[in-house]
């Protein structure tokens, strides 16, 4: 099912330190959206120093108002501008969204902070207590908050994908303030980075002003160890059932299948799988287990997009006193009718109807581009993917689908099974 869809257009082109620059203009509103994404997650974290690459997304936000006399947040906001960053197992990505007519003091604010360490030390401790904090809202505190922790360390024993993104608290403690700046200058140096800018802009006007901030920065690119990941995994040979006694008012199970990674045709296909199971009254899992059956209380199919694979996972809450072995026989089921017969040519239309109204409605926003051109142009040095995935998926047939379940979708896989603790 090919489709002619309206395409972004984008320039590209590299400084002679190694930073890759992605252009794009849309003039639709007058602001600015900048995404800086560096090469470096969690899985690059030191050994015994879990959650150092998140710590150091905290800190890259600190230390402005001890040469400026005003903090980061404090500079941007007068300039009308909004900022925000998040870390995962693969990238570290920063944004800022200013109006176009400011746009380059964010160019500025960026290349002051990836330029040198602004933080010092109490910098330091502050937010590493804050971090021990958002670890304990988020996770430690939440109900079924340590689902990362308990998947990661039973999924990847060979890997930097072991350990949740945020770490454990005992290793997050024992970071030092040397250990963040060795971490800084390991990674955050330009040949792994890209930065997108999307948005009311001119190409000559923002290629000169980018060069102006970004190619005459001494530390940006010296004191680099060169560290590429070497990736090993070992695949789950069977079955593994985990029962955790957590505060939780009501049993949930959480299945990981392992997979092929993004930007493959079985990550495609999976998408679509995820779609027919889950999403909205009428999907697979979500009428038979709470219209028909009447045993789940919330359904969620999800995939955790790795660099080198990809996870599958159904997460079902459960009615309270339903037995999560009877759940997990009805979730099999429904996954082994993908194995054995074709998904009806209408349910199919359907989803794929669905993803493609999700794709462009996506693409409404300047910010998401500028994303997925950072995230596209460092895992897969392809910009013009974000022309293709959607295709990607429209082109999935009912024969991908069942290959797709019979290979991935079977015994192989973890199960973890949360119980109140009073059961």
Not at 114 to 139: M, R, W, Y
Request: charged share 25%.
């Amino acid at each position: 099912m090919n489709r002619i869809n309206p395409k972004i257009e984008f320039k590209t082109f590299t400084l002679e330190d190694g930073l890759k620059v992605i252009l794009s203009v849309n003039k639709k509103i007058p602001s600015v959206s900048q995404n800086i994404t560096f090469k470096v997650g969690s899985k690059n974290d030191f050994k015994g120093r879990s959650g150092i690459a998140h710590l150091l997304e905290h800190l890259m936000f600190e230390g402005f108002q001890n040469k400026y006399e005003l903090g980061f947040d404090e500079i941007l906001e007068s300039y009308g501008g909004e900022n925000n960053a998040y870390t995962n197992w693969d990238l570290t990505g920063y944004y800022i969204n200013i109006p176009s007519h400011c746009f380059e003091s964010a160019l500025w604010l960026d290349s002051c902070r990836f330029s040198e360490i602004c933080f010092d030390e109490n910098d330091f401790n502050i937010q590493k207590s804050v971090v021990l904090e958002e670890n304990l809202k988020t996770h430690e505190n939440v109900s079924y908050g340590t689902v990362e922790r308990e998947s990661s360390k039973l999924l990847f024993t060979d890997n930097g994908y072991n350990m949740p993104v945020i770490g454990l608290p005992e290793e997050i403690k024992k970071i030092s303030f040397s250990d963040v700046k060795n971490f800084y200058r390991s990674f955050y140096s330009s040949e792994r980075a890209v930065i997108s800018i999307v948005g009311d802009i001119d190409y000559s006007v923002t290629e000169k002003l980018v060069r102006k901030y970004f190619s005459q920065i001494p530390n940006f690119r010296q004191d680099v160890r060169k560290k590429e990941y070497c990736f090993f995994d070992t695949p789950l040979k069977g079955e593994i059932i985990s029962e955790i006694k957590s505060e939780v008012n009501l049993p949930a199970v959480f299945i990981f299948y392992k997979m092929p990674a993004k930007g493959t045709k079985e990550y495609s296909t999976a998408y679509l799988i995820k779609k027919f199971l889950s999403s909205g009254e009428s999907s697979a899992l979500v009428h038979r287990l709470q219209y028909t059956k009447c045993l789940a209380n919330e359904i969620d199919v999800y995939i955790c997009e790795l660099e080198f694979l990809s996870l599958f996972v159904i997460n079902v809450v459960a009615n309270n006193n339903t037995d999560l072995d009877l759940i997990i026989n009805e979730i099999d089921i429904e996954l082994n009718s993908l194995k054995n017969k074709s998904v009806e040519e209408n349910k199919l239309l359907k989803v794929k109807n669905k993803i493609e109204t999700e794709y462009y409605f996506k693409l409404q926003s300047s910010s998401v581009i500028a994303e997925k051109l950072s995230e596209y142009s460092l895992l897969f040095e392809d910009c013009n993917k974000i022309n293709n995935e959607l295709n990607d998926f429209l082109n999935v047939s009912e024969n991908d689908i069942l290959s797709f379940a019979d290979k991935f979708l079977n015994d192989k896989r973890l199960i973890l099974k949360y119980l109140p603790e009073s059961k």
